[in-house]
């Protein structure tokens, strides 16, 4: 049976908005634009827009911070456009630009180290609710976005919202979604050995070879080392033993105890809007509730939204519009990162802990944290009995016990004027705003009681902060169109934009914690107060032109320039231009004469543009830090000290420089279509940081120097393989992406962004090499290339050969290489299924906590060679201490030894060049190995990860009911829906870590785990219905 659809109009005459609202046929772009739909964005539930975006649009990668719907999303358009800062588009909103930026500007963006704030930040684009969307364009080229100049480096994305649209009378539409988060994708622990170490160290710290410690008070006598950190240790079997509170609990395993840490979340979210349209006017008003605790321990957020879209046409040739947007935010208790349990030693916990037990321990009964073992004056009927590691006691006495809390108001709005002069003048005047204003209190309460404090200083402290970020733009076109004759047309507008943007901090808090217990003011502090004071300002601003030309509506051809001064550069250096120009050639009508019946439309198209990236703000300043004069400890006041970084009177934008071909099909009459597009471009003038004397006054120097490009291919294919009662619809995108480094400043042979375990891991930018290279230290090889294992059947170091240094090996790159979606739609009759899956591959990532993990047992993969089982090779230890190999089956050893199967040989060769013998035992095979440390012995290699994967986003099944049914209860239309996200994995490389929990806006920031949120899995429902 052979099913045919028709070309319709609206196929054919399909609208685009671009740059600065302006609508064109999407027949005349000459470049790459992606369009996604209100349904795409609002279908799975998804608590903000940027994170529907997944597998959506070709050449568009999606990182979601861990935590939630408070935790920041990043979108990167075409790998990299700057090495050093963050890839984030511009978002314009009904033609105005918003925030985007990360809460308390560079400090929000989460790219913190171990010592930083924890607290897992949000940006700008949440607030952007997603059922107020109508479509979403994402302009990716230098061409489709030199209009917006310096703002358009990393691309933009332009949201049109909902308006009211003509019906019967005002129409009515409510729609609600409820789902539950689960932790999600946890690392695959062993649940069979405790605590403990090797052999050797179980005997050094008072245990006996399997890691108990003697202890006549537990009925077993012995008990658990609750002070180690690795996995080593006895068999859990259920012996009863004193636990580090005194109680006498068995000994088992808790399979559930690192998902026990946190909780399931629940998301709830109700929009509703009335909307008409009429001759003269139209509106939409709606308001939305969103509720949602997230998977950490009482964190918990509520956001209310209001939006106003509406027109009115004063006269016949003057209309004006009026958008509003207000969102007020509450967040109790942000999403708290988890490194201090996996980056830190103090933070490793057996399997054979019990979560509810913690929960109940980790404070007092007087709200106090716990007791340690030594402290048992502060309360000696509640202090622990042993010793144990601290951070996970400590973490919940951070989330649980202290308490943080923002309230944040938003209003972003815009008026528009609509004036046609004469016939074929047009004029537009737009302006509009984003405020801002956020308050922050920060409640750390008491851990012991004061009469216990040091002389000079207390416990508790309270933080209060206040943060203010406004936009005001505003815009004007002019446009100028007619037919010149029947077949050529042409328009031509110029205009001018100008934008400022102010920004202030201010933060105060109590130092050396409180004075009165609980207390929280800052008139409580123990010491000076500290105090927070920054602002910055903006002022941008440009003029315009564009040419658009056509002939028989299927030649085409446009020419853009903007002029632009920004107030961050130089003024002598801070005016540019930014041309483009960009063509399309739809053939099949052109020739539609000779095409074949098949090809129903095709489209050349190519394009040329010029982009830039202009400096932070002052960064091109010479800057002095203004101190106090209150000083403590008698030190002398500074009241000026240089920056950190001399600005460059000389400073200049980043520019880049792209050029893009493309193609355009559909066949079969719109069955299936094609969409091919290859780019490539250079960024010259890259910003860096070099280094300089301190000597001269500030640590580094500003400067424009070096080269960076991509190029890439993206490919979008999209079918309808069956139609009528039963229908399917399929789309797949992909694209490739390689950023390379072309040069870097004279003299900088190389840049490292990340620097671990002292060197011996880096991640790199070196000219003619790929950006995002990953070095580390090469196990010490012979000539041959085998790894060269020492007499004791460990790998050697250079350490070990005196004159030899470390030798850097590339063992991957940071950077993903492909990128894609694949999304189908089943429908019959009322009901419906649509699937969307997406997939990254070709990067790898650094993960030092997962190397750590490794090192001390927790994860399954480290039962390898524990028993026979397992792989473990058999031996008793000689009189000499070495291991000597029997077979699996021996009882006990020549003289009666002790057999132990725990063994193996680690492949490679002696100094020598002989095949190594020598057996190792497992538990120091993983310690030693995968220990912390910069040493080329070390498997350095073991932090390195292979990070490809295909995974099902979300699946939605659906039901519209009857009209005949929902019309006997007022309504139009009614559909439920059940609905699920990040479901599971059909392919992973990456097993015990998500690959998608890495968090940060930096490019390398988001391919390095230092240790944050599991990621989550949703399920719930959505009703949809309209009156």
């Known amino acids: 049976m052979n099913h045919f659809l028709k070309l319709t109009n609206n196929q054919l005459n399909e609208v685009v908005v671009t740059s600065f609202g302006i609508k064109r046929q999407d027949r005349a772009l000459g470049y790459a634009a992606s369009t996604v739909t209100a349904k795409e964005l609002t ?26 719907a408070s935790s920041a999303v990043n979108v990167q358009i075409r790998g990299l456009s700057s090495i050093n800062y963050q890839q984030q588009p511009l978002f314009v909103v009904d033609g105005v630009i918003v925030r985007s930026e990360g809460q308390n500007g560079a400090a929000g963006r989460n790219n913190g180290g171990f010592y930083d704030d924890q607290r897992v930040r949000g940006n700008g684009i949440l607030d952007i609710n997603p059922q107020d969307i109508e479509s979403l364009t994402v302009l990716k080229g230098a061409s489709a976005t030199a209009l917006y100049g310096s703002d358009a480096g990393f691309g933009v994305i332009v949201i049109t919202t909902k308006k009211g649209v003509k019906g019967k009378g005002p129409a009515v539409a409510l729609s609600y979604y409820g789902t539950i988060e689960q932790p999600a994708f946890l690392p695959k622990f062993q649940n069979v050995y405790g605590q403990g170490y090797d052999r ?24 658990p080392n609750f002070r180690s950190y690795a996995n080593f240790g006895p068999k859990m079997e259920g012996q009863m033993v004193r636990w580090w509170d005194g109680s006498i609990r068995p000994y088992s395993p808790q399979p559930n105890n690192y998902k026990d840490i946190f909780r399931n979340g629940f998301s709830s ?37 209001f939006s106003l879209n509406s027109g009115l046409k004063i006269s016949k040739k003057i209309s004006v519009d009026l958008v509003a947007n207000y969102v007020n935010t509450l967040v109790h208790n942000r999403p ?14 057996g399997r054979e802990e019990d979560m509810n037990l913690i929960l109940n321990k980790y404070q007092t009964s007087q709200g106090y944290a ?17 010793n144990v590691r601290p951070n996970l006691y400590d973490y919940f006495f951070t989330t649980l016990r202290n308490t943080y809390d923002e309230n944040e108001n938003r209003l972003y709005s815009s008026g528009t004027v609509n004036w ?25 309460y008491n851990q012991y009681p004061v009469a216990f404090n040091q002389p ?30 029947k077949d050529f047309n042409f328009s031509l507008s110029g205009g001018f934009t100008s934008r400022t943007e102010r920004y202030k901090d201010e933060s105060s808090g109590t130092a050396n914690g409180l004075v009165s217990e609980n207390f929280f003011s800052l008139n409580n502090s123990y010491g000076i107060l500290t105090t927070g004071y920054n602002r910055k300002n903006l002022l941008k601003y440009g003029y315009f032109g564009l040419l658009d030309l056509s002939y028989k509506n299927y030649l085409f051809l446009e020419g853009t320039l903007r002029q632009e001064s920004s107030s961050t550069l130089p003024p002598q250096n801070n005016s540019y231009y930014y041309p483009s120009v960009n063509g399309s050639f739809v053939f099949t009508d052109a020739f539609k004469n000779s095409m074949p019946a098949f090809l129903s439309y095709g489209k050349l198209r190519a ?73 490539q471009n250079r960024i010259k003038n890259q910003i860096l940081n070099l280094q300089a004397a301190v000597s001269n006054g500030a640590g580094g120097q500003i400067v424009n120097a070096g080269e960076i490009g991509n190029k890439g291919l993206e490919f979008g294919l999209n079918g309808s393989p069956f139609v009528g009662a039963f229908k399917w619809q399929t789309r797949i995108n992909f694209s490739f992406n390689r950023s390379k480094a072309y040069s870097l400043a004279p003299g900088v042979p190389q840049i490292v962004f990340q620097n671990l375990e002292n060197s011996a891991i880096q991640l790199i930018v070196r000219p003619g090499e790929d950006i995002g290279n990953i070095y580390a230290y090469s196990l010490v090889k012979d000539a041959n290339g085998n790894d060269v294992i020492g007499a004791d059947g460990f790998h050697v170091s250079v350490d070990d050969r005196p004159g030899n240094k470390p030798v850097y090996e590339k063992v991957g790159n940071a950077l993903p290489k492909v990128v894609g979606g694949f999304s189908n739609t089943f429908s019959y009759k009322s009901f419906s299924l649509n699937v969307l899956a997406d997939y990254k591959f070709g990067s790898k990532i650094i993960s030092t906590p997962l190397k750590y993990a490794t090192g001390t047992g927790v994860y399954e993969n480290t039962l390898q060679y524990r028993d026979t089982e397992h792989g473990g090779l058999s031996y008793y230890i000689n009189t000499a201490g070495t291991y000597v190999g029997l077979p699996s089956t021996a009882t006990a050893g020549p003289t009666g030894q002790k057999v132990y199967h725990d063994g193996l040989i680690q492949p490679g060769v002696y100094a020598n060049g002989q095949p190594n013998t020598t057996i190792i035992d497992a538990a120091s095979y993983y310690f030693n190995e995968f220990a912390a440390g910069s040493s080329d012995g070390l498997n350095q290699k073991g932090a390195i990860y292979k990070n490809d994967y295909i995974k099902m986003r979300e699946v939605t099944l659906g039901y519209n009911l009857p009209k005949s049914v929902v019309s006997k209860i007022g309504m139009s239309n009614l559909r439920f829906s059940i609905i699920g996200r990040n479901l599971f994995y059909f392919y992973r490389t990456l097993k015990n870590l998500d690959p998608e929990t890495m968090i940060g806006n930096q490019w390398y920031s988001q391919s390095v785990d230092n240790g944050s949120l599991p990621a989550t899995r949703s399920y719930g429902f959505s009703l949809n219905a309209t009156f």
């Open 43 to 68: 279908e799975a539930g998804n608590t903000n827009f940027a994170s529907a975006l997944y597998g959506k649009a070709p050449g568009v990668q999606i990182t979601t911070a861990p935590g939630g």
């Open 607 to 679: 394009s040329y543009g010029v982009v830039g990236n202009p400096s932070p703000i002052y960064a091109s300043n010479i800057l002095y830090a203004q101190t106090s004069l209150q000083t403590a400890g008698g030190s002398v006041a500074q009241l000026n000290t240089p920056g950190g970084t001399y600005g460059n009177s000389n400073l200049g934008p980043e520019r880049k420089y792209e050029s893009e071909v493309g193609l355009e099909t559909r066949f079969f009459n719109d069955r299936l279509g094609l969409d091919l597009t290859y780019y």
């Open 370 to 386: 716990w007791v340690p073992f030594n402290q048992t004056a502060r309360n000696p009927a509640e202090a622990f009995t042993f």
């Open 456 to 485: 000079t200083s207390s416990t508790g402290a309270y933080n209060v902060g206040t943060s203010i970020y406004s936009i005001v733009y505003g815009d004007m076109l002019l446009t100028y169109a007619r037919d010149i004759t």
């Open 269 to 305: 979210s109700a929009n509703l809007s009335i909307s008409n349209q009429t001759e003269n006017s139209n509106y939409r008003i709606s308001a939305s509730r969103l509720d949602y605790d997230g998977i950490q321990r009482e964190s918990n957020q509520q956001k209310n939204t």
């Open 420 to 444: 046609d002069i004469v016939d074929h003048l047009k004029f537009r005047g737009r302006i509009g705003n984003d405020f801002t204003g956020r308050t922050t209190e920060e409640k750390q």
């Open 200 to 223: 050797a160290t179980n005997l050094a710290v008072g245990a006996n070879e399997a890691g108990f410690i003697p202890d006549a008070l537990s009925p077993s006598g012995f008990r």
């Open 336 to 349: 708290y990162q988890t490194n201090r349990l996996a980056q830190s030693f103090d933070g490793f916990f």
